[in-house]
């Protein structure tokens, strides 16, 4: 059974950092493009950014030069490192395959607000 676990997420100023775990059981993350994805109240999923299988990575235009994916292949994790957070960033964060995608986990809070 695949299951995703999203943890690390909280309150934090505008201007801060947070970085985002996703604990993958079930499935082997490296095999695959893995992405991390938001949503606000109120709008829709949309895609954050991505990591390929052979370590290529892709960002939203809203969030380049400002979030770093990462993965480490040991402990089967895929991570978020958020820089530079504006209140516009505030939303659930969600990993999970980029093609194909399995159950949803429950995500992680982020919010940011002074």
């Known amino acids: 059974q695949v299951q995703l676990v999203e943890s690390g997420g909280g309150l934090v100023q505008p201007g801060g950092s947070l970085r985002l775990s996703c604990a993958v059981s079930?499935?082997?993350?490296?095999?695959?493009?893995m992405g991390w994805y938001r949503q606000a109240p109120g709008n829709q999923r949309e895609w954050v950014a991505r990591?390929?299988?052979?370590?290529?990575?892709d960002y939203a235009a809203s969030v380049k030069g400002r979030f770093t994916i990462s993965r480490d292949n040991v402990k089967n994790a895929v991570y978020l490192q958020m820089n530079s957070l504006k209140p516009e960033d505030t939303a659930v964060y969600f990993c999970?395959?980029?093609?194909?995608?399995?159950?949803w986990g429950q995500g992680t809070q982020v919010t940011v607000s002074s």
């Open positions: 999970n395959r980029v093609f194909s995608p399995v159950t």
């Open positions: 990591i390929s299988s052979g370590g290529s990575t």
């Open positions: 079930g499935i082997t993350a490296s095999s695959y493009a």
